[in-house]
């Protein structure tokens, strides 16, 4: 959580410092900002609805290294 607080400080005084100099943000629009978030919740909602029916989660696994001596 504490990465998600100290960017989003970081975000804020970015704006104050753009606002402050009159220099427009290259941020994108919020509706684009809006479409983000939906696509994050859309991610999220899938494993909670197979966790509530039942549904075993898909699970990628990572390739074993290969151990060369």
């Not at 509706?31 to 994050?40: E, S, T």
């Not at 909602?45 to 290969?66: C, E, F, L």
């Amino acid at each position: 959580m504490k990465p998600y607080l100290l960017s989003l400080g970081a975000g804020l005084l970015v704006g104050i410092v753009y606002s402050l100099l009159g220099v427009k943000s290259p941020a994108p629009p919020v509706i684009a900002l809006v479409g983000l978030f939906g696509i994050l919740l859309g991610e999220q909602a899938v494993p909670v609805a197979r966790h509530w029916i039942g549904a075993p989660a898909s699970t990628v696994a990572a390739p074993a290294p290969d151990h060369k001596p």
